[in-house]
Nanobody, 116 residues
Framework: QVQLVESGGGLVQPGGSLRLSCAAS??????????MDWYRQAPGKQREWVAR???????NYSDSVKGRFTISRDNAKNAVYLQINSLKPEDTAVYYC????????WGQGTQVTVSS
């Protein structure tokens, strides 16, 4: 059973940065073949897709975060990361990682709050 655990969220001032992590377990050596996504859900809003990284490291981003967010992966650590820069109050949300490789798996989320 694949498990995803996010970490790295917190309270940050506008303009600040955070690095979110998503640790995968139960994947064995197959993690390197997994496509990984980050989503977020702001209060009172639907969950939205944020970024994706393919098994070969190709990254895609939603228009709302392009240029500020960077997704990366470390297959040796079975981990995917989301570097978030120039944070805005509208980035406040719970951030989730997800994979649909071999099933549909979500983490429990990590809260990011951007406020002065």
């Amino acid at each position: 059973q694949v498990q995803l655990v996010e970490s790295g969220g917190g309270l940050v001032q506008p303009g600040g940065s955070l690095r979110l992590s998503c640790a995968a377990s139960g994947t064995g050596s197959s993690f390197r073949t997994y496509r990984m996504d980050w989503y977020r859900q702001a209060p009172g809003k639907q969950r939205e897709w944020v970024a994706r990284i393919t098994s070969v490291g190709r990254a895609n981003y939603s228009d709302s975060v392009k240029g500020r967010f960077t997704i990366s992966r470390d297959n040796a650590k079975n981990a995917v990361y989301l570097q978030i820069n120039s944070l805005k109050p509208e980035d406040t949300a719970v951030y989730y990682c997800r994979t649909v490789s071999g099933g549909d798996y979500w983490g429990q989320g990590t809260q990011v709050t951007v406020s002065s």
